[in-house]
């Protein structure tokens, strides 16, 4: 690439990719798709929502892949969760069909989580899969737009219907981060402090001392963060694409965080808000079952309270509803429930012979104050 932005490689032979990670990128777009080889003069078809759009961030993208070439249509959605389903997903089809998009087409992504799982939804199944690329504007987004995971959610549960669809490139602009509220760089944070979790004690700690500057969106500790976090995310992914084995650590706090986002139907938490508490509660149950120590447990909880970001299971969720959302889980199999528990900061591994009495247990207990 020759315009200036840390790069890091996403390594998958054939479908290998970069991420660029660098201040005003969005105003290169339609240089940067040149570059990887998207034809000018093709439809293009820019998927964003209303908060993004609002942000000026749409004007500019559209602008900078105009002035290279491309025909430009543009689909703007409402912002939240609760706009990544079938419905929504048969509009951004029809918008496809409407501007013309052919197998030469590309679909970009402009937005946080779930407008890159939504436009890479469409982009994975309309003419049997067409180009797409991520444009993440959130924190959330540097783990979400990374990887290729696609989908939309179900009533009974979240990304329960996707594919695996490799972007052709990531564009991370950290000067869209500046548009954020507050409550959505805490809730970004919560996918970051998981990769430390999971893979780099170091990193972990990186992030313990650099958190004040890093929840002010300092643009050089933000883009460390950014490019380390992806880094990480893109080892697992090399090794483990479609989630056979290794990938699935990358789900640590995931199994209970998905229960609580549906069962609170996809509005009262974020995702991030949902993971910090799973995260929590799957470093108790760690504990309990004699897989790591207190001191974990205690730096885990510390950091995720210091963010900003919940840390208990609300009182208005039962346990044993929680557990049956849990039974929805991608990983549960032969009725089984299969939970991320760390052995340390670092360490992780996947473990399937948790019952249901320990389970409910330590649901029991993770509820009330966060004191």
């Known amino acids: 690439m020759s315009i200036a932005a840390r790069e890091v490689r996403v390594e ?20 940067l798709a ?18 993004v759009a609002a942000a000026g961030h749409l004007e500019r993208t559209r602008a900078s892949l105009e002035r290279a070439g491309y025909r430009v249509t543009d689909m703007v959605i ?8 079938y419905s929504e997903a048969a509009k951004v089809f029809d918008r496809a069909f409407q501007a013309g998009l052919d197998r030469q087409s590309v679909i970009f992504a402009l937005g946080g989580g779930v407008v890159g799982d939504l436009a890479g939804f469409v982009a994975a199944t309309y003419m049997r899969g067409i180009r797409f690329i991520q444009l993440p504007t959130t924190v959330l987004a ?37 548009t954020l509220p507050l409550r959505e ?6 996918e970051v402090i998981k990769h430390g979790i999971i893979w780099d004690v170091e990193f972990f700690s990186w992030f313990e001392f650099h958190l004040d500057d890093l929840l002010a969106l300092k643009t050089d500790v933000i883009g460390e963060m950014l490019a380390r976090s992806c880094e990480i995310k893109a080892a697992v992914v090399a090794k483990d694409e479609t989630e056979q084995n290794l990938r699935a650590i990358l789900n640590f706090g995931h199994t209970l965080g998905h229960a609580i986002e549906a069962l609170s139907q996809y509005g009262t938490y974020t995702h991030g808000e949902a993971v910090s ?24 909880r510390s950091l995720l309270m210091r963010t900003g970001l919940p840390i208990t299971i609300p009182d208005n969720l039962d ?5 049956e959302s849990m039974k929805h889980d991608k990983k549960a199999a032969g009725g089984k429930l299969a939970f991320v528990l760390t052995s340390g900061i670092g360490h992780v591994e996947t473990v399937s012979d948790v019952t249901e009495k320990w389970i409910v247990t330590k649901l029991a207990e993770l509820r009330g104050s966060q004191e």
């Open 319 to 323: 346990a044993k509803d929680l557990l």
């Open 12 to 31: 998958l032979g054939e479908r290998s990719y970069s991420i660029l990670i660098g201040d005003g990128l969005l105003l290169q777009t339609g240089e």
């Open 185 to 190: 760089v805490r809730s970004g944070m919560a």
């Open 277 to 300: 508490i799973g995260m929590v509660y799957a470093a108790e149950l760690s504990f309990a079952l004699g897989r790591c120590d207190r001191i974990t447990v205690e730096r885990i």
């Open 142 to 178: 540097h783990d979400s737009s990374v990887g290729g995971k696609v989908a939309v959610n179900h009533p009974q549960g979240k990304n329960m219907i996707g594919a695996f669809h490799q972007p052709k490139l990531v564009v991370y602009d950290t000067s869209s981060l500046q």
């Open 78 to 85: 409402r912002a939240g969760e609760s706009s990544k389903n």
């Open 34 to 51: 040149k570059q990887v080889h998207i034809p000018t003069g093709s439809a293009v078809l820019l998927v964003t929502d209303d908060h």
